[in-house]
């Protein structure tokens, strides 16, 4: 879908850029071409490199009043047919949690960047993964969500990429669930041939052959193809438990059930797509490393020494995607473990969906916290060492 | 009976495929549905005159009694959204799509909780034409105090008086920076349907204040109320004075000033000159 | 000539029309229909001149006015 007006994008090769940096570069290559925001450290640097690039695009970049405002740019721009992005930190993902519940219940394709620093309140300016909880249930109601957790410069720009092509293909808000770490950090990045890269767009009614008066706004389908606004298909975006057909009247018990276990079937059901776990180290393992995002650098550093030096097996899983949560890829990974290890940049998150699914499985499952810094290696070496040696 | 049915009835989805959607959900009386009413008489009018396409044509509202005007009763494009932020969605469906041309029906109270986005959407002065409907309380909930509720008024929440006094909205409209800024009630159905019609018409954040009849909550007959309306309100020409105890109504303000799309159109071209191909913009 | 139609199905008998019409030619029937409420009719439609302020006034979409061309020729002058 490059077109003209995307002369300007990123060309493919190998470019030095910040992790905010890179993740605006993936969202426009992605075809996002409006992006609304408000400064919020450590996330602005993702506004301001959109507001100097998305012009030259054909694209629009707002600096909007607020985060509620923000995340409510993103909805009326994917109705009106574009693919939107915003980006924010802790206190503004708060904010957007009533819009993002919005845009679950109306099955709105937009990207929401939480570049996480530490809570609660305006917490510190450092980094943070305390949000990894509130991504999956700080919107109000039932419905699901795809969260997805990047580690490096690359995982920025490629998991951005991701998110636009999984908010398409499943007609949902996608999150990435970035930390200051990743936003801030200046690494490599590769940049591929750009055919190469995979975009997906949303199915329309017209690309079914469904004609306006046929059209069934939350039908057709377990992902209904979306109507865009302007093209004549009188589609009405809505809230309250609909009927398949946009109907809001004549509640009955049978209808909401029917409307709220399918947009929540619509990701569960299909984890195995939609998830990505990373897992190395596994075949001589009897304990494992259980961590994502910016924590796995140091993680992966703490298991090859534990490895390497103290002769000590440990595995190492990383969960690339956080929500929804990869059950039945963990317990074929881990089928049996003495020890298990889930550093985290807060006092325990992650560790309680990691502990229910192997609860079978494993016999200690440790939080090894870190608040407002990164985990060095020795220290999550240290508690492999004291638990496992 | 004859199967002749209202001439705007072609402009409403009566019913779909799980069942029946009219008659509105709204109370005997209420004003909203007079608004909607004038309001498709406009775009029946400039679908008619102007160039104006239906298929741009976009309907966004919040939450309340005035905003079930587009829950699911429309035909055109419509999005029934969240409580105060249709200006927001408007805006981004815009920033998208520049060709829409967007009504947003809001009352009182959504305006009020969507403050922010009402103050900024009229300062960035988008072209979006907002009718406010007007009942001078919360309907939906059940008639609690709104800040434009009179003062000493009871309400469900004020049941001892009101203390506070209520703020004008045609003024927020107008201080903030809206291209055009104008005040009916439903008790002017004609002038209405005018003042729609400009403010569709006219570049820029349009604010259309209607003032309204909650027969339920006031505990009034529809009619004592809009018959009151008319005596309630006064149109003033320019630097008259209001009569006392009552509310002006007329056209406050319309100046000419570029909206924020064409603005930044000047960025986008400037950025593409280097290039052989045009760019409109449009995603 | 002019007929007042009515959808009873929207109708909820707010009264609006009756008061709005200048030549006060709707009227209420008086009679209570299966929702409670009272409907209007058309009275002395001679006298309606088509203004369809009535249409535009009404809340629910339930009023038409329909020319009656039947009706008209009734009144028409014949030629001696």
New interface residues.
């Given amino acids: 879908m490059h077109s003209e007006t995307s002369q300007n994008l990123i060309a493919p090769g190998i470019h030095y850029l910040q992790g905010a940096e890179a993740c605006a570069e993936g969202a426009m290559l992605a075809g996002c071409r409006v992006y609304a925001g408000y400064p919020i450290t450590p996330a602005t640097e993702i506004m301001e490199h959109f507001a100097r690039r998305l012009p030259s695009m054909g694209g629009r970049t707002i600096q909007m009043e607020d985060e509620i405002a923000s995340a409510g740019v993103l909805l009326g721009a994917s109705w009106a047919g574009a693919k939107a992005m915003t980006a924010t930190s802790s206190p503004g993902f708060s904010l957007m949690q009533e819009v993002i519940s919005f845009g679950i219940m109306t099955e709105t394709p937009m990207v929401v960047v939480d570049v996480q620093r530490p809570g609660p309140g305006q917490g510190y300016i450092s980094t943070s993964q305390e949000d990894v909880m509130q991504a999956r249930w700080g919107h109000h109601g039932e419905g699901a969500i795809i969260a997805l957790s990047p580690a490096s410069v690359q995982d920025m720009f490629a998991m951005t990429i991701r998110a636009f092509n999984l908010s398409e293909r499943w007609r949902t808000p996608v999150l990435v669930m970035a930390e200051e770490t990743v936003a801030h950090m200046r690494e490599r990045l590769v940049i591929p041939d750009l055919d190469s890269i995979e975009i997906i767009d949303r199915k329309t009614p017209q690309d079914e052959g469904i004609a306006p008066q046929d059209y069934l706004p939350y039908g057709h389908g377990p992902v209904p193809p979306m109507a865009i606004w302007g093209q004549g298909y009188d589609v009405n975006h809505v809230s309250l438990v609909h009927h398949r057909d946009g109907r809001i009247t004549g509640y009955n018990a049978e209808t909401h059930f029917d409307n709220i276990d399918r947009i929540r079937r619509k990701i569960e059901d299909n984890v195995a797509d939609i998830s990505e776990v990373e897992a190395r180290f596994m075949e001589d393992s009897r304990h494992f490393v259980i961590c994502y995002g910016a924590v796995s650098r140091t993680a992966v550093e703490a298991v090859l020494e534990a490895r390497q030096v103290h002769g000590i097996p440990v595995g190492y899983i990383r969960l690339k995607t956080l929500w929804p949560f990869p059950e039945a890829r963990l317990r074929e990974l881990v089928r049996d473990a003495e020890k298990i290890f889930v550093p985290e940049m807060n006092l325990g998150m992650m560790k309680h969906p990691i502990t229910e699914a192997l609860r079978d499985r494993c016999r200690m499952v440790a939080a090894v916290p870190s608040l407002g810094c990164l985990h060095t290696p020795e220290q999550i070496l240290a508690r492999i060492q004291e638990e496992a040696a | 009976?004859?199967e002749?049915?209202?001439?705007?009835?072609k402009y409403?989805?009566t019913e779909?495929?799980?069942?029946?959607?009219?008659?509105?959900?709204?109370?005997?009386?209420?004003?909203?549905?007079?608004v909607?009413?004038?309001t498709l008489?406009a775009v029946d009018r400039l679908l008619a005159e102007d160039n104006l396409n239906?298929?741009?044509v976009?309907f966004?509202s919040g939450v309340g009694c005035s905003s079930r005007l587009?829950?699911?009763y429309?035909?055109?494009?419509?999005?029934?959204?969240?409580h105060g932020?249709s200006l927001?969605?408007?805006?981004?469906?815009?920033?998208?799509?520049p060709?829409?041309r967007i009504i947003v029906f809001t009352g009182d109270g959504d305006a009020a909780i969507g403050g922010?986005?009402f103050?900024?959407a009229c300062r960035r002065n988008i072209d979006v034409t907002i009718i406010c409907v007007n009942n001078g309380l919360y309907g939906m909930t059940g008639g609690q105090v709104a800040p434009t509720t009179d003062t000493g008024e009871k309400t469900a929440t004020t049941p001892f008086g009101n203390v506070e006094d209520p703020f004008d909205l045609c003024k927020l409209a107008e201080t903030a920076g809206a291209a055009y800024v104008a005040r009916w009630s439903?008790a002017h159905?004609?002038q209405t349907?005018k003042t729609i019609i400009k403010g569709i018409r006219k570049k820029g954040t349009a604010f259309i204040e209607i003032l309204s009849q909650c027969?339920v909550h006031k505990k009034t007959?529809?009619?004592e109320m809009?018959?009151a309306l008319r005596r309630l309100t006064a149109r003033v020409k320019e630097g008259a004075a209001v009569p006392d105890g009552r509310i002006a109504v007329g056209e406050f303000c319309n100046r000419d000033k570029p909206d924020?799309i064409s603005r930044?159109q000047d960025?986008?071209d400037?950025?593409?000159r280097h290039?052989d191909?045009e760019?409109?913009?449009?995603? | 000539m002019y007929r007042f139609n009515l959808n009873p199905a929207y109708c909820k008998g707010c009264g609006i029309c009756i008061a709005a019409c200048p030549k006060k030619v709707i009227e209420s029937t008086g009679r209570l229909d299966a929702k409670g409420h009272i409907l209007p009719g058309g009275g002395d439609m001679s006298r309606c001149t088509g203004c369809r302020l009535c249409e535009l006034v009404c809340p629910d979409f339930a009023v038409a006015i329909v020319e009656d061309e039947a009706a008209e020729e009734k009144n028409d002058v014949n030629p001696d």
Wanted: aromatic content about 6%; proline content about 9%; hydrophobic content about 35%.
């Fill in positions: 009976m004859n002749i049915g209202h001439p705007m009835l409403l989805k779909g495929p799980s069942g029946p959607r009219l008659p509105l959900i709204l109370c005997p009386g209420c004003g909203a549905g007079q909607l009413n004038y008489h239906k298929e741009d976009v966004i587009t829950s699911h429309l035909q055109f494009d419509s999005g029934w959204t969240i932020r927001a969605i408007a805006t981004g469906a815009l920033l998208a799509n060709k829409l922010n986005h103050i900024h439903t159905p004609r349907v027969p007959a529809p009619v809009f018959k924020w930044y960025i986008i400037q950025e593409n290039k191909t760019c409109t913009g449009s995603i």
